[in-house]
């Protein structure tokens, strides 16, 4: 798939993400495009030229547990091109594909994948 860039870690993609419930009721593709953020990317043992890819899903729907989310900064989701709604990037579940998936999305509104900035630990305490 031409026109992707190398996926690394902390960018955002747009993908059609597959929740566990979701795949826990038959589901095999997920139901909605939404961004997603690398936190994995390594070579692939079967495939020298694709890697294997983890995804994490951002949503508006509050995490139901707050130990396994991270609210998006608002200046963050500005540097993303996101709505202004409130977002979280889910850390209990994740999505993996070989880069670049038939589940990726081009990202009609944002000019090109972004990178995403990730908390570090102290940010982290501070916004307990």
């Given amino acids: 798939m ?7 870690v902390g960018l955002v993609i747009s993908y ?3 929740w566990s419930e979701e795949a826990q009721r038959g589901q095999v593709e997920g139901r909605k495009d939404r961004p997603c953020a690398i ?4 070579e692939n043992p079967e495939n020298d030229t694709r890697k294997q890819v ?3 899903p951002i949503t508006h ?10 609210e998006i900064p608002r200046r963050v989701k500005e540097h993303l091109g996101l709505d202004s709604e409130p977002s979280w990037v889910i850390l209990d579940e994740f999505n993996v ?11 009609i509104r944002w000019r090109r994948p ?15």
């Fill in 54 to 56: 983890a995804v994490v």
């Fill in 114 to 128: 972004r990178r995403v900035w990730f908390p570090t630990a102290e940010i982290l305490r501070q916004s307990r």
């Fill in 16 to 18: 059609s993400y597959l």
């Fill in 39 to 42: 936190i994995v990317a390594l």
């Fill in 97 to 107: 594909f070989t880069w670049p998936g038939f589940d990726l999305r081009p990202i």
């Fill in 2 to 8: 031409a026109g992707f860039p190398e996926p690394k």
């Fill in 61 to 70: 729907t509050p995490p139901h547990d707050p130990n396994v989310g991270i």
